[in-house]
Protein backbone atom coordinates (compact mmCIF):
# COMPACT_ATOMS: atom_id res chain seq x y z
CA UNK A 1 0.00 0.00 0.00
CA UNK A 2 1.19 3.38 -0.83
CA UNK A 3 2.49 5.75 2.54
CA UNK A 4 1.67 8.84 3.33
CA UNK A 5 3.69 11.53 5.13
CA UNK A 6 2.18 14.57 7.34
CA UNK A 7 3.71 16.46 9.87
CA UNK A 8 3.56 15.37 13.08
CA UNK A 9 1.45 18.75 14.83
CA UNK A 10 0.08 22.21 13.57
CA UNK A 11 -1.60 24.69 15.43
CA UNK A 12 -3.95 27.27 14.24
CA UNK A 13 -6.27 29.73 16.02
CA UNK A 14 -9.99 29.99 16.01
CA UNK A 15 -11.91 31.36 13.25
CA UNK A 16 -8.69 31.05 10.69
CA UNK A 17 -8.24 29.27 8.14
CA UNK A 18 -5.87 26.08 8.78
CA UNK A 19 -4.05 24.05 5.38
CA UNK A 20 -3.41 20.81 6.60
CA UNK A 21 -0.36 18.99 3.88
CA UNK A 22 -0.29 15.05 3.32
CA UNK A 23 1.89 14.04 1.01
CA UNK A 24 1.80 10.54 -1.27
CA UNK A 25 4.74 10.37 -4.15
CA UNK A 26 4.22 6.58 -4.49
CA UNK A 27 0.68 7.37 -5.10
CA UNK A 28 -1.56 5.01 -8.17
CA UNK A 29 -3.73 5.67 -10.31
CA UNK A 30 -6.93 4.00 -8.31
CA UNK A 31 -6.11 5.11 -5.03
CA UNK A 32 -8.59 7.76 -3.36
CA UNK A 33 -7.15 9.92 -0.98
CA UNK A 34 -9.27 9.72 2.53
CA UNK A 35 -8.80 11.85 5.25
CA UNK A 36 -10.07 11.45 8.72
CA UNK A 37 -10.10 12.87 12.09
CA UNK A 38 -10.22 11.68 15.26
CA UNK A 39 -11.39 14.38 18.57
CA UNK A 40 -9.93 13.05 21.88
CA UNK A 41 -11.93 10.20 23.10
CA UNK A 42 -13.47 8.93 20.12
CA UNK A 43 -13.64 6.57 17.13
CA UNK A 44 -11.97 8.04 14.37
CA UNK A 45 -14.64 10.56 12.14
CA UNK A 46 -14.60 10.21 8.21
CA UNK A 47 -13.77 14.05 6.55
CA UNK A 48 -13.58 13.88 3.05
CA UNK A 49 -12.12 11.84 -0.30
CA UNK A 50 -11.11 12.51 -3.52
CA UNK A 51 -9.52 11.15 -6.52
CA UNK A 52 -8.65 13.92 -8.59
CA UNK A 53 -10.40 16.76 -8.47
CA UNK A 54 -10.81 18.99 -5.94
CA UNK A 55 -13.65 18.05 -3.07
CA UNK A 56 -15.50 20.15 -1.25
CA UNK A 57 -18.25 19.34 1.57
CA UNK A 58 -19.74 20.61 4.82
CA UNK A 59 -16.94 19.75 7.23
CA UNK A 60 -13.79 20.54 4.91
CA UNK A 61 -12.38 21.07 1.29
CA UNK A 62 -9.90 18.89 -0.57
CA UNK A 63 -7.21 20.32 -2.54
CA UNK A 64 -5.15 17.78 -4.60
CA UNK A 65 -2.75 18.14 -6.69
CA UNK A 66 -2.12 17.91 -10.83
CA UNK A 67 0.11 14.97 -10.15
CA UNK A 68 -1.66 13.71 -7.50
CA UNK A 69 1.50 13.06 -5.33
CA UNK A 70 0.02 15.40 -2.33
CA UNK A 71 -2.86 17.26 -1.58
CA UNK A 72 -4.02 19.26 1.33
CA UNK A 73 -7.14 19.57 3.53
CA UNK A 74 -8.80 22.93 4.41
CA UNK A 75 -10.52 23.58 7.56
CA UNK A 76 -11.92 27.26 5.97
CA UNK A 77 -12.60 28.77 9.57
CA UNK A 78 -10.85 26.39 12.21
CA UNK A 79 -13.06 26.23 15.78
CA UNK A 80 -12.09 24.73 19.08
CA UNK A 81 -14.27 21.51 18.17
CA UNK A 82 -11.52 20.98 15.22
CA UNK A 83 -9.15 19.95 17.69
CA UNK A 84 -7.87 16.36 16.42
CA UNK A 85 -5.75 14.23 15.22
CA UNK A 86 -5.92 13.95 11.22
CA UNK A 87 -5.01 11.22 9.06
CA UNK A 88 -4.18 11.04 5.35
CA UNK A 89 -4.89 7.63 3.77
CA UNK A 90 -4.81 6.31 0.42
CA UNK A 91 -7.17 3.77 -0.28
CA UNK A 92 -7.00 0.93 -3.40
CA UNK A 93 -9.92 1.01 -5.37
CA UNK A 94 -10.05 -2.42 -6.02
CA UNK A 95 -7.48 -3.83 -3.43
CA UNK A 96 -8.09 -4.30 0.60
CA UNK A 97 -10.67 -2.81 2.38
CA UNK A 98 -8.87 -2.11 5.27
CA UNK A 99 -7.87 1.68 6.22
CA UNK A 100 -3.74 1.92 7.18
CA UNK A 101 -3.55 4.98 9.69
CA UNK A 102 -0.39 6.50 10.12
CA UNK A 103 0.14 8.66 13.65
CA UNK A 104 -1.67 11.52 11.74
CA UNK A 105 -1.23 15.16 12.61
CA UNK A 106 -2.57 16.52 15.50
CA UNK A 107 -4.56 19.97 15.01
CA UNK A 108 -4.31 22.08 18.31
CA UNK A 109 -7.11 25.13 18.04
CA UNK A 110 -6.17 28.68 20.43
CA UNK A 111 -9.03 30.53 21.20
CA UNK B 1 -29.52 7.11 16.97
CA UNK B 2 -28.43 5.01 13.81
CA UNK B 3 -24.15 4.87 14.07
CA UNK B 4 -22.13 2.83 14.94
CA UNK B 5 -22.14 1.13 18.34
CA UNK B 6 -20.01 -0.80 20.69
CA UNK B 7 -20.72 -2.53 24.01
CA UNK B 8 -19.19 -2.54 26.52
CA UNK B 9 -17.36 1.07 26.24
CA UNK B 10 -14.61 0.04 29.41
CA UNK B 11 -13.77 -3.34 30.17
CA UNK B 12 -10.95 -4.42 33.03
CA UNK B 13 -9.65 -7.35 33.29
CA UNK B 14 -7.23 -9.72 35.15
CA UNK B 15 -4.54 -11.15 33.00
CA UNK B 16 -5.66 -14.91 31.50
CA UNK B 17 -9.44 -14.13 31.42
CA UNK B 18 -11.62 -14.02 28.29
CA UNK B 19 -13.60 -11.38 27.11
CA UNK B 20 -15.75 -10.57 24.49
CA UNK B 21 -16.64 -7.36 23.02
CA UNK B 22 -19.96 -6.59 20.45
CA UNK B 23 -20.49 -4.62 17.32
CA UNK B 24 -23.55 -3.49 16.33
CA UNK B 25 -22.75 -1.54 12.70
CA UNK B 26 -24.99 1.25 10.81
CA UNK B 27 -28.25 -1.34 9.47
CA UNK B 28 -27.53 -1.05 6.18
CA UNK B 29 -24.07 -1.53 5.68
CA UNK B 30 -22.83 -5.17 4.97
CA UNK B 31 -19.17 -4.41 5.59
CA UNK B 32 -17.88 -4.45 9.18
CA UNK B 33 -14.15 -4.08 10.80
CA UNK B 34 -12.33 -4.57 13.55
CA UNK B 35 -9.55 -2.27 14.45
CA UNK B 36 -7.15 -1.77 17.23
CA UNK B 37 -5.50 1.00 18.54
CA UNK B 38 -2.90 2.38 21.42
CA UNK B 39 -1.98 5.41 23.18
CA UNK B 40 -0.53 7.94 20.03
CA UNK B 41 -0.87 5.71 17.57
CA UNK B 42 -3.18 5.17 14.57
CA UNK B 43 -5.83 2.59 14.69
CA UNK B 44 -4.42 -1.06 13.24
CA UNK B 45 -6.35 -3.14 11.65
CA UNK B 46 -7.57 -6.42 12.57
CA UNK B 47 -9.96 -7.98 10.47
CA UNK B 48 -13.18 -7.59 8.22
CA UNK B 49 -16.47 -8.78 7.34
CA UNK B 50 -18.73 -8.78 4.30
CA UNK B 51 -21.61 -9.98 5.25
CA UNK B 52 -21.19 -13.35 7.79
CA UNK B 53 -18.17 -13.75 5.36
CA UNK B 54 -14.81 -13.25 7.18
CA UNK B 55 -12.37 -11.63 4.65
CA UNK B 56 -9.14 -10.47 5.67
CA UNK B 57 -7.23 -10.84 9.42
CA UNK B 58 -4.16 -8.86 9.74
CA UNK B 59 -1.02 -10.36 11.14
CA UNK B 60 -1.94 -8.94 14.13
CA UNK B 61 -4.72 -11.27 15.20
CA UNK B 62 -3.35 -13.84 17.21
CA UNK B 63 -4.89 -17.17 17.97
CA UNK B 64 -6.15 -15.70 20.92
CA UNK B 65 -8.25 -13.48 19.05
CA UNK B 66 -11.30 -14.74 17.01
CA UNK B 67 -14.01 -12.52 15.79
CA UNK B 68 -17.46 -13.69 14.56
CA UNK B 69 -20.67 -12.21 12.29
CA UNK B 70 -22.64 -14.97 12.61
CA UNK B 71 -25.73 -13.78 10.77
CA UNK B 72 -24.41 -10.56 8.88
CA UNK B 73 -25.31 -8.16 11.25
CA UNK B 74 -23.75 -7.95 15.00
CA UNK B 75 -20.06 -9.17 14.87
CA UNK B 76 -18.05 -10.27 18.30
CA UNK B 77 -14.51 -9.99 18.94
CA UNK B 78 -13.38 -12.75 21.30
CA UNK B 79 -9.70 -12.54 23.22
CA UNK B 80 -8.96 -15.37 25.12
CA UNK B 81 -6.27 -15.65 28.05
CA UNK B 82 -5.74 -11.78 27.87
CA UNK B 83 -2.25 -10.50 28.40
CA UNK B 84 -1.15 -7.21 29.44
CA UNK B 85 -0.25 -5.93 25.63
CA UNK B 86 -3.73 -6.69 24.58
CA UNK B 87 -4.93 -3.29 26.41
CA UNK B 88 -6.11 -0.90 24.06
CA UNK B 89 -8.98 0.91 22.32
CA UNK B 90 -10.68 -1.77 20.10
CA UNK B 91 -12.55 0.18 17.31
CA UNK B 92 -15.25 -1.29 15.25
CA UNK B 93 -16.87 0.45 11.80
CA UNK B 94 -19.23 -0.55 8.82
CA UNK B 95 -19.05 0.49 5.24
CA UNK B 96 -21.41 0.12 2.18
CA UNK B 97 -20.35 -2.49 -0.14
CA UNK B 98 -18.86 -1.62 -3.43
CA UNK B 99 -16.10 -0.23 -4.77
CA UNK B 100 -13.86 -0.01 -1.54
CA UNK B 101 -11.45 3.31 -2.28
CA UNK B 102 -14.60 5.07 -3.02
CA UNK B 103 -16.83 4.20 0.44
CA UNK B 104 -16.08 5.97 3.60
CA UNK B 105 -16.50 3.99 7.25
CA UNK B 106 -18.38 4.71 10.43
CA UNK B 107 -16.11 4.22 13.38
CA UNK B 108 -18.19 3.47 16.45
CA UNK B 109 -16.76 4.76 19.92
CA UNK B 110 -14.60 2.37 20.93
CA UNK B 111 -14.30 -0.66 23.68
CA UNK B 112 -11.35 0.60 25.91
CA UNK B 113 -9.89 -2.65 27.43
CA UNK B 114 -7.54 -2.86 30.30
CA UNK B 115 -5.57 -5.72 31.49
CA UNK B 116 -4.66 -5.87 35.07
Known amino acids: DAKTTQPNSMESNEEEPVHLPCNHS???????IHWYRQLPSQGPEYVIH???SNVNNRMASLAIAEDRKSSTLILHRATLRDAAVYYCILRALYNTDKLIFGTGTRLQVFP | DTGVSQDPRHKITKRGQNVTFRCDPISEHNRLYWYRQTLGQGPEFLTY????????KSRLLSDRFSAERPKGSFSTLEIQRTEQGDSAMYLC??????????????FGPGTRLTVT
Open chain 1, 50 to 52: GLT
Open chain 1, 26 to 32: TISGTDY
Open chain 2, 49 to 56: FQNEAQLE
Open chain 2, 93 to 106: ASSLDGRAGAHEQY
